[in-house]
Nanobody, 123 residues
Framework: QVQLAESGGGSVQPGGSLTLSCAASGYTACMGWFRQAPGKEREGVALIYASGGSTDYGDSVKGRFFVSQDNAKKTMFLHMNDLKPEDSAVYYC???????????????????WGQGTQVTVSS
């Protein structure tokens, strides 16, 4: 069982930046970020593969958010820039185990989930 621990959420003004971190307790094939705002469905934000570092982004965050990883520390980062009020949500880290495949369009393929961290963008 792999444990995921998120950190870095908080409040920021529109146009500001935040970086979220997700530390895994063991090996994962790929990791992703999802977010969910009140009354809305969970949305895929970004993902990254441990081997090769391939990434993918949701259309609403392309060009503003960037995902990176430190494989030695089994940690994934989400660098969020030019934040907008519509980015406010609980952000969840998710991971697929060995041999797993990650997608942004579906959260069903992930084996492990973090508890979530709140991001609020407001003036």
């Amino acid at each position: 069982q792999v444990q995921l621990a998120e950190s870095g959420g908080g409040s920021v003004q529109p146009g500001g930046s935040l970086t979220l971190s997700c530390a895994a307790s063991g090996y994962t094939a790929c990791m992703g970020w999802f977010r969910q705002a009140p009354g809305k469905e969970r949305e895929g934000v970004a993902l990254i593969y441990a081997s090769g570092g391939s990434t993918d982004y949701g259309d609403s965050v392309k060009g503003r958010f960037f995902v990176s990883q430190d494989n030695a520390k089994k940690t994934m980062f989400l660098h969020m820039n030019d934040l907008k009020p519509e980015d406010s949500a609980v952000y969840y880290c998710a991971a697929a185990g060995s041999g797993g495949v990650c997608f942004l369009v579906s959260s069903g393929g992930y084996d492990y989930w973090g508890q979530g961290t709140q991001v609020t963008v407001s003036s």
